[in-house]
Each structure stands twice: as C-alpha cells, then as structure tokens.
C-alpha cells in the first residue's frame, strides 16, 4: 500500500461527505446529544454533594449521641450512602438499577434500597442518554450512514472501475476508504473526549481515574474503527447500495437490540435467583440451627455460657470479668454475619452467571464487549456495586462488634438491659468510631473482570482487518 | 500495442469470450460492435485485468495483464458508458483526484488545460460533476485518461444517449487522441460511429470475433448489412 | 388483484425474515411472561407459607411477651398481580411485589427493595409490550419504506401508472396487504399471549390491544406518509429508522434524563436519617414528652397515661416508635408528591409521543407502573397503621399472647380497584396522531406522478 494512495483516497471520501449538508446535521445533532448527555451526567453525579451531605448529617446525629448503652448505639446504626464514581458521568451503566442508600446496624443486613429506577415511571426502562451511550449506540448508525455507499456506490456506477484502471489497488481502495470513514467517526468522538476530560479536570482526580479514562477512550477508539471496517466490508460485499444499507441496518439492530436483551433474558431463565423471602429464609433457617443470641436460653448459647464460665472457673456469668450478654452477641453477630457473607456472595455468584451469556456473547458482539468494559471502567457495573454493597456489610460488622466489645469491656456484667441512663459508655467512643468511607475498586481489579470484553475488542480489531484483506484480494469491480 | 491471444473466458459453463485474437496498432482505434451480451464488456474487463482470462492471453504493450497488472495498468485507461465519477466535487477535483492517483503531480492551470484539450469549456471546470451533461462527463473521462499518459484508452458505449452534436464533437476527439499515438479500443452499437471513427471494426456474436475489417473498404450502411446478417 | 399483492409480498425475503423473527421474538416474550407470572404466584404461595410458620414459630418463642413478640413478627402484603403484568411487565420486576411489615417504624421498611439483578434490569424485559413497542415499527419499516420507490426504481412504476385505474388505490392496495398481516401477526401473538396467561377478556384486556392496534396503525401511516413523498428506498429507510430511533430510544430517554433532573428526591435519604433520629433520640429524651406527642396523634389512647421516666416500658417503646414516622412524615410526603409528580410529567410528555404512549397504558393496564406502585405503597400506610390500632390497646393493657387470635393472620391482598378508564385520554392522542398523518399522506399520494 502506498501512504500517498491511501492518504488521497481517504481525503477524497471525507471532502465528498462534506460537500453534502447532512453532515452538518448529523454533527450538530450529535453535538446536541452530546450537551444533553454530558449536562444528564453532571447533574446525575451531582447527587453525590446529597450523599456527602446525608453522610455528614448520619455522622453528626451519630456523634451526637449523648452517653449511652453501647447496644443502643449499635441499633442507632449508620447509613452508608453510595457515593458515584467520577466516571460515571461518561456511562450510566446500571446505576439506576442499584441501591444507593443502605442503613446499617447490628445484627441486621439491610438491602440498600432507593435506586433511582424504583421511583422513575417506566420510561426508564426505554434507556437512559448517557455519553456512552450515544458513543455505543448512535455513532455506529452515523458511521454506517455515512459509508454504507462507500464502495459498491462506486461499482454501481462504474467508477470503481476507473478507479483501478488508474493505477490504485483493492487494498489501497479498502483501506483508503476505511481510513476516510474512521477519520469522520473520530471527529465526531472527539467532542466527547473533550467534553469528558474537561469536566473530569474541574476536579482533581487520583491516577486511576484517568488510567480508567484512558483505556475507556481507547476502548471507544478501538470500536469505531471496527465499526467503520465493518461498514467498508459490508458495502463491498453487497451487490447494492440498498443492500448494503439493509444488511447494516440490520446488523445493528440484532448487535444492540435484539442479542442484548435475549440473551439477558436466556440467562435469568437459566439461573433462577431466590426471592427475597427465600434468601431471607434460608439465612434465618441457618442462623436458627446455631441458635438465637438474644435469648438468654437458648442450648446453643447455653453450651457457650457453660464453657465460658467454665474456663474463668465461675458460677454465673455475673461473677464474670465482663459483660457476658455482649460477649454472646459478639459471637452472634459473627455467626450470623458468616452466614449472610456467603449466601450474599451465592446470590452475587448467581447474578454472574446470569450474566455470563452476555459476557461471552461480546465475542461475537463487539456492541456488548465495549458497553461491558465502558460500564466496568465508569465504575457502573455490577461489580462496583457489589464492592459496594462489601464494604457496607464489612463496615456495619466492625460498627456492631465495636460496640459489642464496648459493651462487653464497659459495661458490667450483671446488667442485661440498655435502656436509661444508668448503664452507658462515654460518648467519644462515638466519635473514635470512623465514619464508613467507600473505596472504588482500582482499575487493576477492573480489568481483571472485564477481561473478555478486553478480548472481544481486540479480536475484533484483528477479524476485522483480516476480513479486509480478504475482500482486498478477493472483490470484484463487476 | 494491444493483443489478444485465443482469449477466452467463461462464467461457469456459459461462454462469454471464445478464442479471441485480435491486435490494435499504436494509434488505431478498433471499434468493437455487438448485440448486448455478445462479450464486448467483458473483453474489455479482461483488457482491464479487472476478469482473469479462462485460457489465452491479453496483452497490452506486449505484456501478458495477468501477470503484469502493475505495468500493463499504467499505460491503459478506461472511460465508461457514463462517467459517473463524484457528482459533489467538479470536473477539475474529479480530474485531479484520478490524476493523482495514477501518480501524477499535475498542476492545476495544467489540469485546466487537460480539460480543455477534452473539449471542456472552460466555464464548467468548477462547477459540479452533478450538473455535466453525458458529453461533459465523458470529456471528464478523457482529460483522467489524458493526465494519465495512457497509450490504450478502452471505451465502453461511448456515444449511446449523446445527442448528435455531441457525437461527432466526441468523433473529433478521439480521431485527434489517435493522431497523437494513443490506441483507442470502443465497444459500441453505435455501427454508423464506428465506421466514421474507427480504423478497423469488429463484430462480435455470442463470444466469438465473426467480422473484423478496414473501414477504408466499407461505408456504413454496408456495414449495417453485414451486421445484421452475421448475427 | 388483493390476492396477488398479498402472494408477490408474502414471497419477498423481507416479509419471510420480518415475521419469523417477529413470531420467535413474541413466543419468547409469552414465555418470559409466563415465568415472571410463575414466579409472582410462586412469591404469593411463599409469603402465605411463612407467614403462618413464621408466627407459629415466634408465638412459641416469645409466648409470653406481647410487645416482645410484636417486634419481630411481620406481617406480609401482597401486591396483586394481574395477568395482563405476564404481557407488560413494566416496572414489576424491580418493585417488590410483597412487603412483609413490622409494626414498628414504617419509613424504615416501607422502601426496602428486592433482590433483583441490575444488569437484567438495565437489559430491560423482553416482554411483549416491548415487541409490540420496539420491534412491530421496525417490521412496519421493513415492510413500508420502498412501498412507493421499489416501483420506481424497479420500472414497474410507469406500468402501474398506464394500466391501473387508481394510483393511491393501487398503493393503498399495497399498504393493507401489509397491514392486514402484520395486524393479524400482532393479534394472534396477543391472543396466545392471553390464553397462555390466563388474561381475563374485560375492559382493561381490550384497552391493552385497542392500544397496541392503534400504536401498529400510527406507524403505518407515518411510513405511509414518508415514502409518498417521492424519495429513493435509501433515504425512506434512513429517514424511518431515524424517526424509529427517536420515538423508541432518544425521546423517551431525553424524557427521563428531564424529569429525573427536574424532580430530584433528596427526601428519599433525608426520610431515612429522620426516620431513624426521630425513634432513636427518644430514648434519651423524657418519657412524658414522648408520650404527649404519641397522644397527641391518638387521643384515644391517652387513657394509658405515662409511664416511669425509670425503666423500660413497652407503650413508651411503640410510641417512640411511632415517632420516627412522624417526624419523618413532611418529608416522606414530599417524595409521594414528586415521584406522583414524576408520573404525571411523563404521561404529559407521553400524548406527544405515541410510543412512550404504548407504553405508558400498557403499563397501566397491567398495573406495573409507578403509579400503582405508589398506590401500593399507600396502601401500605393504612395497612400498617390498622394493624397498630388494632395491637396498641392490647400491647398497652398488656394482654396476654394466647388472647390473640393469630390464625386471622393471613397475607393481605392490595388490589387497585379504584382505577377507571378514562378512554379518550388513553388514545385520544394515538387517534390524533394517525388521523394527522393520514391527511398529510393523502395531499402527498396526490402529488404523486
């Protein structure tokens, strides 16, 4: 291939789009969208200055907390607000979909509850504008508007013919063409990459993030230039421009609408998940076999007490050193915690393999490999949140032993009950309590999980040339 | 310059060029006539090296096109039945666009002149390829294959759907390309343009050559004849 | 000559291919209705279960404290599901459909969502509506765009104009032959649908598929429109798929991104933090204060009097209880106001946009929208509250656990009957929209050369 060539043809295609006014249009649509899109996500992660604040407000009321039973604490409990990642003004992911609020106290795993979809009317289930959703979904459609005629308009009406004659090749011709057409995708990309890095420079951010951005632009690079390969492969392998445009239309059309969802649905169908009863069910049903912690009679906590008393070589537990109904929630909570952990992580193991399908579908599906990886890096999907809904439970397990072992340390033995004024720990152990911060996954991790969408686009990168090259020896100008 | 050498070609079982030899001088315009479907296209497409030949060979500037597709590209250029080009860039954009590709630094004014010397007028140089009429596309056609340097201009139905003033300016053209060295091969159902225009005429039927002769020899209603008794 | 048109389109690849996928797509969706239909009764079957072993288990444990053994029974509600929920899921499958309440503090239980898989949420269901919806329109495209300009550019166009009598008949011809069998591929779909299902055949059944014909018949006359203005099959397919794409993805998306910006819901955390200050800080406040405020709400009670500032008592404890509701109850009112007011936006947006319209009545029909669900949620609140009068005096006076008679316990059923039709607002504005398009077809069918 000769640059020249290549370089010429390329200049050739995009000086022809831009001598029609819809390219006009469709950059000023796209522009249009992108503001929307981008104003959509500011404000989204503007909600964020709301948690902060309902985080601080939690925390004061908390702190706030005159001298108490350290018990009463443990119920007072905390709220843990989830907290966007900055990137998720780019890709909304399934934010909406996810608990954004959980509140946490002893004994209890709370369901983090008030995502915006459960009160959103229906029309979010039609999809949310989000700039990674116009990169996802929109621009393919323009790029295959603008190429779908790149080459068979020309065998068409013979001038691909003339184009040979004149000395170019089917590879210079190919990619010449590819090369015009990624060049017009990116330009309207890169408003997007502007618009992002802008907004994300108005506040400092660590390096992950901007590693994330990184490989998030990257990744988007990657999937137009499949996308404009695709639309030149397709329009050379058609006998008609109207054919051309039928295929890609429907190409996409089963890429985003249709694969997406059926295999989503394939997925649920094959992995049922437990109702929320069930769960609790099942948990409630392996807690009992231990036995209940709050009831001074339970055999369980019985054989505890007796061996307990037995070491420290007492009769009652009210000769002992410490408060004994704290030491019993302390291995309550303990028990039970393990337990909700691992059904917990049964449930998310679960939703994985729901998901697998369409995971592995990306293989085939380039649409899903880049809405997966874009998702993961915007700290959107299903594993953020999971980290999440981790690190809340880890946190509401310190909080409640915290004050159990107050309890056991500070209170004295005999006392059984927490209310009044009688039998309470000073309250700066309130505020010597940290507040629950949330942590983002690091992109390391990330990427480790989205590894197959990582794949998926360079694959595809690579199928995608190697179906050029083989049109480049094997097309016809007829 | 320009040979074929039991040139034959099928789609599947289906003849489209049986046995063909024929040779086309520097200078010489050929015509080449036909019914549809008798193979006059697909000759040229193996001229082109666009179809490789089922058996035999073509040859342009005595080298064998299959084998030599870069050299025997160089010095050729083909003119379709409507130069259809790019309809938003010019005449003078299209020209430069196809010059260059064929590798030719042309400057502009020299590009004008190209142009010129195909018959358009100065005036449409800059105007859209969109609004030319059949006659303008096709000198557009000519001044690429000009800046070209192309010692084989291939033609196909060149003067079908041009009006009568626009047919014999087009004669003059190609009588003038000739004059000055090129060898000229027209597929055509055009018989009356033929005689006027070509040096020699063929008549093709059902693949093969049935017909070839001077046109010193023969007027056109003669040929008319002929024809219509060949095929 | 109906006979033939219907044989030349019924042998093209485009028709073949559009209604097996069609067909696949909606058996699927009948499928995945009848699942999530399984699966609500299934949820029933297991509330009714639990509840009973449940309390069974608890009286037994907790037999001897009334107030101790209210706190940790709950006391399940049902959301109804109607059969025509299998056709339009809607907002169902995130909301739960059953709600299992203490009678303590509601503000603290009433939001508490379901185990859902929010990748499966964010794909969204392939129920029916979303067939009807999404892909009918795309069938109607496929079918309709080179309704006029496949003549033209296949020759056959001057044909027509010499031999047939009426041109926009001959057209027209074309259209029904096209609209017939993609109306009966649509009614057939629903109907399995309904036996599948089990719908029942009333008002809200009919309304549904008067809906979903309507929504078939406006995409008809929009393409109509667009191919009778003359343009080749090329920009006719763009043209429509470009409309398609903004009444079923950019619209209704734009619509959203509006209203969630438009009505934010701090509230809903803030409920949550006052909820929960406003029972916790009670323990360290006076008794009597307490107490004055819970009277205040329920005079009748106010004969209990005042307990011990000293010590534990149990009608302090639901009072304060009942507290964290009060004094969370501005705001919680205020997130009722704006999500009913998010709702309200929507279906405004929705008479301008026929698809979000489709939508928004299928899910209304079937009672999977928000509304209902705040209906639910309302519901709830009386729910919970009869169930507070109903064990506050016997808590207060003490009364013993065996007094009670906990078999009358069962899950309680929330039926929304208080919705009516309102017939012209549900397709009023479908009707307008086709009748708009059908005049603008008609002045461009006479253009035609």
């Known amino acids: 291939m000769r640059r020249d060539v290549l370089l010429l043809v390329a200049r050739q295609f995009w000086t022809s789009v831009f001598k029609s006014k819809a390219i006009y249009l469709l950059l000023g649509l796209t522009l249009i969208l992108l503001f929307y899109a981008a104003f959509s996500g500011v404000s989204y992660h503007e909600q964020n200055h709301h948690r902060i604040e309902h985080q601080q407000q939690a925390r004061e009321s908390w702190e706030a907390n005159p001298d108490k039973h350290p018990h009463r604490m443990a119920h007072f409990g905390t709220f843990a607000f989830r907290l966007k990642h900055p990137l998720s003004i780019f890709d909304f992911g399934v934010e909406s979909f996810t608990g954004n609020a959980v509140f946490l106290e002893a004994h209890k795993q709370n369901v983090v509850n008030f995502s915006e979809a459960s009160y959103s009317t229906s029309l979010i289930r039609f999809g949310e504008l989000s700039m990674g959703m116009i990169l996802q979904l929109i621009l393919p459609l323009i790029v295959f508007f603008l190429g779908y005629a790149a080459i068979v308009a020309d065998r068409e009406n013979g001038t691909l013919k003339i184009l040979l004659t004149q000395g170019a090749t089917w590879k210079e011709v190919l990619y010449g063409r590819a090369l015009g057409l990624f060049g017009l995708s990116c330009l309207f990309y890169l408003p997007f990459v502007f618009a992002t890095v802008a907004l994300l420079l108005m506040e400092s951010y660590t390096a992950d993030v901007w590693i994330r951005l990184l490989v998030i632009l990257a990744s988007y690079l990657l999937y137009l230039f499949i996308v404009s390969l695709l639309t030149i492969i397709i329009s050379v392998g058609s006998k008609t421009s109207k054919n051309a445009l039928v295929k890609l239309l429907g190409i996409w059309l089963l890429l985003v609408v249709v694969i997406p969802r059926t295999s989503q649905a394939v997925g649920s169908f094959l992995y049922p998940t437990p109702t929320k009863l069930e769960f609790r069910g099942a948990i409630e049903e392996e807690v009992i076999q231990f036995g209940d912690s709050h009831n001074a009679n339970d055999p369980y906590y019985n054989f505890i007490r007796d061996s307990v008393l037995e070491v420290h070589g007492v009769q009652s537990i009210n000769e002992l050193p410490f408060n004994y109904p704290g030491f019993q929630m302390y291995v309550g909570e303990k028990i039970s915690t393990e337990i909700y952990v691992r059904h917990h992580k049964e449930l998310l193991d679960q939703y994985r393999r729901q998901n697998q399908l369409t995971k592995w579908l990306a293989l085939v599906n380039p649409y899903l490999g880049v809405k997966g990886l874009s998702m993961a890096l915007c700290g959107t999907d299903l594993e953020t949140y999971a980290s999440f809904q981790h690190q809340a439970e880890a946190y509401r397990y310190e909080l409640a032993q915290a004050m159990n072992e107050l309890q056991i340390k500070h209170i004295r033995a005999n006392v059984t009950s927490s209310e009044g004024k009688v039998n309470v720990v000073d309250r700066e152990e309130w505020k010597s309590f940290p507040d629950f911060t949330y942590e983002y996954p690091t992109v390391e991790s990330t990427l480790g999980s989205e590894l197959l969408a990582l794949i998926s686009i360079l694959l595809w990168s690579v199928v995608a040339l190697g179906m050029m090259n083989y049109w480049a020896r094997n097309a016809s100008a007829l | 310059m320009l040979e074929a050498v039991n040139l034959s070609k099928k789609y599947g079982q289906k003849d489209a060029v049986v046995d063909l030899n024929l040779k086309v001088e520097k200078g010489e315009v050929f015509c080449l006539l036909g019914q549809n479907g008798a193979g006059k296209t697909t000759t040229i497409n193996l001229f082109l090296g666009l179809l490789d030949p089922t058996s035999g060979k073509a040859l342009v500037g005595g080298l064998d096109v299959v084998e030599n597709k870069v050299s025997t590209n160089q010095i050729l250029a083909y003119i379709p039945e409507v130069v259809q080009l790019y309809g938003n860039l010019s005449g003078l954009e299209n020209l430069e666009f196809f010059s260059k590709l064929a590798g030719q630094k042309i400057a502009s004014d020299e590009l004008s002149k190209l142009l010129l010397e195909a018959g358009l007028q100065e005036e449409h140089h800059k105007s859209k390829l969109s609004s030319y009429s059949k006659g303008m596309r096709q000198k557009v056609g000519i001044a690429i294959a000009l800046s070209k340097q192309a010692q084989v201009i291939f033609m196909d139905e060149p003067t079908s759907g041009l009006d009568p003033k626009a047919t014999d300016e087009f004669t003059n053209i190609c009588k003038s390309l000739a004059k000055n060295g090129k060898s000229i091969f027209m597929a055509t159902h055009d018989i009356f343009n033929a005689v006027n225009v070509g040096d020699r005429v063929g008549i093709m039927n059902e693949g093969r050559l049935i017909y070839s002769s001077h046109t010193e020899n023969i007027d056109a209603s003669e040929m008319q004849e002929l024809y219509l008794k060949t095929i | ?449």
Not at chain 3, 110 to 124: A, E, F, H, I, R
Not at chain 3, 128 to 135: A, G, K, Q, R, T
Not at chain 3, 389 to 412: C, K, R
Request: aromatic share 14%; charged share 15%.
């Open chain 3, 1 to 449: 000559m109906y006979k033939l048109l219907f044989q030349q389109f019924l042998r093209t690849r485009a028709c073949q291919l559009g209604l097996t996928l069609v067909l696949i797509l909606g058996g699927i969706s009948i499928i995945i209705g009848k699942q999530f239909l399984t699966d609500q009764g299934r949820l029933a079957d297991q509330a009714t279960q639990m509840q009973q072993e449940h309390i069974e288990r608890n009286v037994k444990l907790h037999g001897d404290d009334l107030s101790l053994l209210l706190y940790y029974l709950k006391f399940a509600l049902l959301n109804e599901t109607d059969p025509l929920a299998g056709l339009s899921v809607g907002q169902s499958d995130l909301n739960p459909g059953v709600q299992r309440i203490r009678i303590l503090a509601l503000e603290g239980q009433k939001y508490d969502s379901d185990l859902v898989n929010p990748t499966k949420l964010l794909y969204g269901n392939l129920d029916l509506s979303f067939v009807i919806v999404y892909v009918f329109p795309l069938l109607v495209i496929a079918f309709m765009y080179n309704l006029f300009s496949e003549e033209r550019e296949s020759g056959t166009w001057q044909m027509v104009n010499v031999m047939a009598r009426s041109k926009s008949k001959f057209l027209l011809g074309k259209l029904l032959v096209r609209f017939l069998l993609l109306a009966g591929v649509m009614l057939f779909l629903i109907g399995v649908g309904a036996v599948v299902l089990g719908v029942a055949a009333d008002t809200a059944f009919l309304l549904f598929t008067l809906t979903a014909l309507f929504y078939l018949i406006f995409w008809f006359a929009l393409c109509f429109w667009v191919v009778c203005l003359r343009q080749n099959s090329n920009v006719n397919a763009l043209v429509l798929l470009t409309i398609w794409l903004a009444l079923v993805v950019l619209l209704p998306a734009f619509v959203n991104n509006y209203i969630t910006n438009n009505y934010p819901l701090p509230e809903a955390l803030s409920t949550m933090i006052k909820q929960r200050d406003g029972y916790h800080v009670k323990w360290d406040t006076s008794k009597k204060e307490t107490m004055e405020k819970f009277y205040e709400e329920y005079p009748q009670f106010a004969n209990y009097g005042f307990p011990s500032e000293k010590g534990y008592s149990p009608t302090w404890y639901y009072a304060m209880q009942h507290m964290g509701d009060v004094e969370s109850r501005e705001d919680s009112r205020a997130m009722q106001l704006k999500i009913r007011s998010r709702e309200a936006s929507s279906r405004m947006w929705a008479q301008v946009i026929p698809s979000m319209q489709a939508q928004l009545v299928f899910n209304e029909v079937a009672g999977t929208g928000l509304d209902d669900y705040m209906d639910f949620l309302q519901y709830m609140n009386e729910f919970h509250e009869n169930l507070r009068l109903y064990f506050y005096p016997m808590i207060f006076s003490n009364s013993e656990v065996a007094s009670v008679d906990w078999g009358q316990f069962t899950p309680e059923v929330f039926t929304n009957s208080n919705k009516s039709i309102n017939w012209t607002k549900k397709l009023g504005s479908l009707v307008i929209t086709i009748l708009l398009f059908s005049v603008l077809s008609i002045f461009s069918v006479r253009k035609l050369i």
